[in-house]
């Protein structure tokens, strides 16, 4: 039933394209462009600044990997004169409709093609045999800023010196967070340097700032952690002496819980250090609602929960 109705949700998405359909669309002069994850209607924000219209189908605690349209979705993207998505497969169930949306000459853009693939993590769970989780690399996102830049510069080339000063000030923010995170993670030395979380999201902030990171659920949140997976993880822990494990805003903190059960009832003890940000950002409106914030709130988390 699922993939007789995400079908007929494709076709529907097509049909609207193709007819251009009849919703209201903002038309204020400015480029409308739709985002998927909240760290890309971010990124769009910095960048387009007051120049652009962006609308975000994800809000935060939104878990991208398993994320349906809904009807307004199809509107909005309908509506967009552009779409930015991650790519890689993070947007699993949304895939199929970008690409029959570019074949119908709708403009979207997957911000991951613009980094070198040898420079990716490779993965089994995921179509394009890649980690999609490019975020928590600071350098990738730098350049996926330069990117974004150049599209909508072309998009739009009356504010392309507009996109240009954004992005600019914006890559100097970044430059500074990755100085200040590397500072902060320098204060761990290398043996406390262990990262245990639901899933496998961070890999990319592993291999960027040396810490070793074990993910309970694999890669993507639709797989399931099994009662071995728990047993296993915990061994691990115990092996290791890690102080803390985490917990994920966009996953059910139900198997950290279990896997810290685990661990204590080998006779160790192991805390919840917190809730890490991983598939998308925090509340609007909030630090953590912005990518800076965001990074810098979880990077601030794991240093103090393992020290």
Known sequence: MKKITYLLFSVLAITLVACKSNTKKQDNGKLNVVTTTSMITDLLQNIGGNAINVIGLMSSGVDPHLYKASEGDVSKLVDADVVFYNGLHLEGKLVDVFEKMEASSKKTIAIADVLNKNK??????????????????????????????????????????????????????????????KALANQLPKEKRILVTAHDAFNYFGQAFDFEVVGLQGLSTATEAGVKDVQELAKFIISK???????????????????????????????????????????????????????????TTIVNALK
């Open 120 to 181: 990716l993590i490779g993965s089994e769970y995921f179509a394009s045999n890649y980690d999609p989780h490019i975020w928590f690399d600071i350098s990738f996102w730098k350049q996926m800023t330069i990117y974004v830049t150049e599209e909508l510069k072309k998009l739009d080339s009356k504010n392309a010196a507009v996109f240009e000063e954004n992005s600019k000030k914006y890559i100097m923010k970044l430059d500074a967070l990755e100085v200040e995170m």
């Open 241 to 299: 002496n890690v102080k803390a494990i985490f917990v994920e805003s966009s996953v059910p903190k139900r198997t950290i819980e279990a896997l810290q059960e685990s661990v204590k009832s080998k006779g160790h003890k192991v805390i919840i250090g917190g809730t890490l940000f991983s598939d998308a950002l925090g509340n609007k409106g909030t630090e953590e609602g912005t990518y800076l914030g965001m990074f810098r709130y979880n990077v």
